[in-house]
């Protein structure tokens, strides 16, 4: 009996050995930031900030045809690595250099796949990574995020995976979410000290991941399936009228993309973050000289109507028209000129231009000026028309606007990548409208100078500052984003009636200046039209002076969807940038110029609120002071108001 009760007590041994979770924790290099892993019939991790558990247990796996990767789980081996590179982006958004740290966690696990952590003093990241022989169907991705207690949850609710990026933020209880899903990024609110930014990097080759709650404190990821048929939807996109049963079909050796976590201690971290291009791949082009970076005249917004007694003309989408927008921008010193829908013949063709506008005349006249064009086009003409980039580096167009995607499933991202190495190679710049959110393709190859996935100025009267007041903590967070500001018709929401040609835009005139500087985007967009630029050019030489990169960006005031207030500095120059919501009637802050250099005078020149801006929208004050490091200045912002500035030598 007792040889019987040894035998049984070392099998039970034996079992319980064999099933024991594995544990494994990595460290942010501060020490703050803590991911507890924990391997057994599933991989789980939890993330701390300093003892305070901010994510339990979420579960992680890939879901492959014939496989789980992750579920159960072998561990075979596990390495802890500290990381210290310097990035130097090629289109600087917010820094030119940066020092990128981190402590990475690779674990290797039976059936030839790993997964790799990496904990930043700002953040947490992971991906998985296999070694797969010939091609894998990956059916799901499992990405669940568990939280300890109810959060509040900033969120963008599509109706569909068919999406423009563009619907209003809105605010939902982890408790209780469990209607639409959200596209990326989405940013939590702990209700402590914590706000938590989620996205992901260096995707390639899959879909983009959108994330849902399940009604229980939990959010899952979801995705669109891969599509197999499409069939016609009219001049400017494809229905999808088949779908695969996986997300994705790929290669079975590979990385997979990065989904990344920014956890913020104080609101203005999450303006000041670089997560995007940490995580993202090394640039593919060798010599990125010919990249520039710039703002440009657009005619769409303001329907290609200048007028006044210097036009002598009939205005509209015609060769003196375009010739007046690139005149306007010379003057300015502005790159480029977008020419809009309208420039070809038909949205389907884009070797015939319209002979009203002629192109050629218009690319020889711009050269001639020192501006660039850059030529807007549905994504499906560029899709059926593949070789329209070496015959657009022939006529001489500097870039593509390229429109109307509206799906982010594998067959798109891989689009997206296609064109962008196709435009790469032609030294063509690219900016996607009608887009998904940025996620390191820009940094892969950075003629992508910016994409749109944002509720913009083209929606009028439904641009409030209020959602706006979360796109330099969401959307602009993660990468460069085509907003097209520049308003010179301001209005207050009450009493804003508007249409194009005479588009408005709601918001004080000191707000719109704000935004060149608060919003980042490598081809930043003037919407209005010229005449109106020439009638205000105190403002119009503000705005056209201010950069599209930037060396430091030091964030002011912030607080999420209420305030955003930054300074940015290119070489000796500082721009302040702010931008209030409708919270306060009169909002007032006090800015410390401790970023200045010491011992030296500067002058600063700033654009505020006008005494009836919070009525008359257009109503502002210029004035030009002394300054110096440590002076504290005060401000005060109207609702929905702004407040810029330019700092330079005296």
Same mark, same amino acid.
């Given at each position: 009996?007792?040889?019987?009760?040894?035998?049984?007590?070392?099998?039970?041994?034996?079992?319980?050995?064999?099933?024991?979770?594995?544990?494994?924790?990595?460290?942010?290099?501060?020490?703050?930031?803590?991911?507890?892993?924990?391997?057994?019939?599933?991989?789980?991790? %939890?993330?701390?900030?300093?003892?305070?558990?901010?994510?339990?247990?979420?579960?992680?796996?890939?879901?492959?045809?014939?496989?789980?990767?992750?579920?159960?789980?072998?561990?075979?081996?596990?390495?802890?690595?500290?990381?210290?590179?310097?990035?130097?982006?090629?289109?600087?958004?917010?820094?030119?250099?940066?020092?990128?740290?981190?402590?990475?966690?690779?674990?290797?696990?039976?059936?030839?796949?790993?997964?790799?952590?990496?904990?930043?003093?700002?953040?947490?990241?992971?991906?998985?990574?296999?070694?797969?022989?010939?091609?894998?169907?990956?059916?799901?991705?499992?990405?669940?995020?568990?939280?300890?207690?109810?959060?509040?949850?900033?969120?963008?609710?599509?109706?569909?995976?068919?999406?423009?990026?563009?619907?209003?933020?809105?605010?939902?209880?982890?408790?209780?979410?469990?209607?639409?899903?959200?596209?990326?990024?989405?940013?939590?609110?702990?209700?402590?000290?914590?706000?938590?930014?989620?996205?992901?990097?260096?995707? %390639?080759?899959?879909? =983009?991941?959108?994330?849902?709650?399940?009604?229980?404190?939990?959010?899952?990821?979801?995705?669109?399936?891969?599509?197999?048929?499409?069939?016609?939807?009219?001049?400017?996109?494809?229905?999808?009228?088949?779908?695969?049963?996986?997300?994705?079909?790929?290669?079975?050796?590979?990385?997979?993309?990065?989904?990344?976590?920014?956890?913020?201690?104080?609101?203005?971290?999450?303006?000041?973050?670089?997560?995007?291009?940490?995580?993202?791949?090394?640039?593919?082009?060798?010599?990125?000289?010919?990249?520039?970076?710039?703002?440009?005249?657009?005619?769409?917004?303001?329907?290609? %109507?200048?007028?006044?007694?210097?036009?002598?003309?009939?205005?509209?989408?015609?060769?003196?028209?375009?010739?007046?927008?690139?005149?306007?921008?010379?003057?300015?010193?502005?790159?480029?000129?977008?020419?809009?829908?309208?420039?070809?013949?038909?949205?389907?063709?884009?070797?015939?231009?319209?002979?009203?506008?002629?192109?050629?005349?218009?690319?020889?006249?711009?050269?001639?000026?020192?501006?660039?064009?850059?030529?807007?086009?549905?994504?499906?003409?560029?899709?059926?028309?593949?070789?329209?980039?070496?015959?657009?580096?022939?006529?001489?167009?500097?870039?593509?606007?390229?429109?109307?995607?509206?799906?982010?499933?594998?067959?798109?991202?891989?689009?997206?990548?296609?064109?962008?190495?196709?435009?790469?190679?032609?030294?063509?710049?690219?900016?996607?409208?009608?887009?998904?959110?940025?996620?390191?393709?820009?940094?892969?190859?950075?003629?992508?100078? %910016?994409?749109?996935?944002?509720?913009?100025?083209?929606?009028?009267?439904?641009?409030?500052?209020?959602?706006?007041?979360?796109?330099?903590?969401?959307?602009?967070?993660?990468?460069?984003?085509?907003?097209?500001?520049?308003?010179?018709?301001?209005?207050?929401?009450?009493?804003?009636?508007?249409?194009?040609?005479?588009?408005?835009?709601?918001?004080?005139?000191?707000?719109?200046?704000?935004?060149?500087?608060?919003?980042?985007?490598?081809?930043?967009?003037?919407?209005?039209?010229?005449?109106?630029?020439?009638?205000?050019?105190? =403002?119009?030489?503000?705005?056209?002076?201010?950069?599209?990169?930037?060396?430091?960006?030091?964030?002011?005031?912030?607080?999420?969807?209420?305030?955003?207030?930054?300074?940015?500095?290119?070489?000796?120059?500082?721009?302040?940038?702010?931008?209030?919501?409708?919270?306060?009637?009169?909002?007032?802050?006090?800015?410390?110029?401790?970023?200045?250099?010491?011992?030296?005078?500067?002058?600063?020149?700033?654009?505020?609120?006008?005494?009836?801006?919070?009525?008359?929208?257009?109503?502002?004050?210029?004035?030009?002071?002394?300054?110096?490091?440590?002076?504290?200045?005060?401000?005060?912002?109207?609702?929905?108001?702004?407040?810029?500035?330019?700092?330079?030598?005296?």
């Amino acid at each position: 009996m007792k040889q019987a009760y040894l035998i049984v007590s070392i099998l039970i041994a034996f079992i319980t050995t064999t099933h024991a979770d594995e544990k494994l924790n990595l460290k942010s290099p501060d020490g703050a930031i803590q991911v507890s892993i924990n391997i057994g019939e599933f991989i789980t991790y %939890s993330v701390s900030y300093r003892n305070d558990l901010l994510f339990s247990n979420n579960k992680l796996a890939l879901n492959l045809k014939n496989e789980n990767l992750g579920s159960p789980a072998k561990l075979l081996n596990s390495k802890i690595t500290a990381v210290s590179n310097t990035l130097k982006p090629h289109v600087p958004l917010k820094y030119s250099t940066v020092v990128s740290s981190f402590n990475k966690l690779l674990m290797s696990f039976k059936g030839n796949y790993a997964i790799e952590f990496r904990a930043f003093n700002n953040g947490v990241a992971y991906r998985f990574i296999t070694n797969k022989k010939g091609a894998i169907e990956v059916l799901n991705e499992q990405v669940d995020l568990n939280f300890p207690s109810s959060y509040d949850i900033h969120v963008q609710q599509p109706a569909s995976f068919k999406t423009a990026y563009e619907e209003n933020y809105s605010t939902v209880n982890s408790a209780n979410w469990n209607a639409k899903m959200s596209t990326l990024p989405i940013l939590i609110d702990t209700k402590k000290q914590y706000k938590i930014l989620v996205s992901e990097s260096d995707l %390639s080759d899959y879909p =983009c991941l959108f994330l849902k709650g399940n009604g229980n404190n939990k959010i899952q990821a979801a995705f669109p399936k891969s599509p197999l048929r499409f069939a016609p939807d009219g001049d400017r996109s494809l229905k999808i009228i088949e779908e695969a049963p996986y997300i994705a079909k790929t290669t079975g050796k590979r990385s997979f993309p990065w989904r990344y976590f920014v956890i913020s201690t104080e609101d203005k971290q999450l303006l000041e973050n670089t997560m995007t291009l940490q995580l993202a791949p090394e640039s593919q082009i060798k010599d990125p000289s010919w990249i520039k970076p710039g703002q440009a005249s657009w005619e769409w917004w303001n329907d290609a %109507s200048p007028y006044g007694p210097d036009v002598n003309f009939e205005s509209g989408y015609n060769l003196e028209t375009y010739k007046y927008y690139i005149d306007f921008a010379a003057k300015f010193g502005i790159k480029y000129i977008i020419m809009d829908e309208g420039w070809a013949n038909s949205t389907t063709d884009p070797y015939t231009p319209n002979p009203k506008v002629d192109v050629h005349e218009l690319i020889r006249y711009g050269k001639e000026k020192n501006v660039g064009v850059v030529l807007w086009l549905t994504w499906l003409t560029v899709h059926e028309n593949m070789d329209l980039f070496k015959t657009f580096k022939q006529w001489g167009v500097k870039g593509l606007k390229i429109d109307f995607m509206d799906r982010s499933d594998q067959w798109m991202v891989n689009y997206y990548e296609r064109i962008a190495n196709e435009a790469a190679k032609n030294e063509l710049l690219v900016d996607f409208h009608g887009a998904f959110k940025p996620a390191g393709l820009e940094y892969k190859y950075p003629n992508v100078i %910016s994409y749109e996935g944002v509720r913009g100025m083209e929606q009028m009267g439904g641009t409030l500052p209020k959602n706006s007041l979360f796109l330099p903590f969401m959307r602009n967070a993660v990468g460069p984003m085509d907003y097209t500001p520049g308003a010179m018709i301001s209005m207050q929401p009450e009493s804003y009636r508007a249409e194009r040609p005479n588009a408005a835009s709601i918001g004080t005139r000191a707000y719109q200046m704000a935004l060149f500087v608060v919003f980042e985007s490598g081809l930043q967009m003037l919407a209005d039209n010229p005449t109106l630029y020439y009638r205000n050019p105190d =403002c119009t030489e503000f705005i056209t002076s201010v950069p599209t990169t930037w060396d430091e960006t030091i964030a002011l005031e912030a607080k999420v969807g209420e305030l955003a207030v930054v300074a940015k500095r290119k070489d000796k120059k500082w721009f302040i940038g702010g931008i209030n919501n409708d919270a306060e009637k009169i909002r007032k802050i006090s800015l410390n110029l401790d970023f200045l250099e010491a011992g030296r005078t500067y002058k600063m020149t700033y654009f505020e609120d006008g005494i009836n801006a919070a009525r008359q929208a257009m109503d502002y004050r210029k004035k030009t002071i002394a300054v110096k490091k440590g002076d504290k200045i005060d401000v005060q912002m109207v609702r929905n108001g702004g407040y810029a500035a330019v700092i330079s030598l005296e």
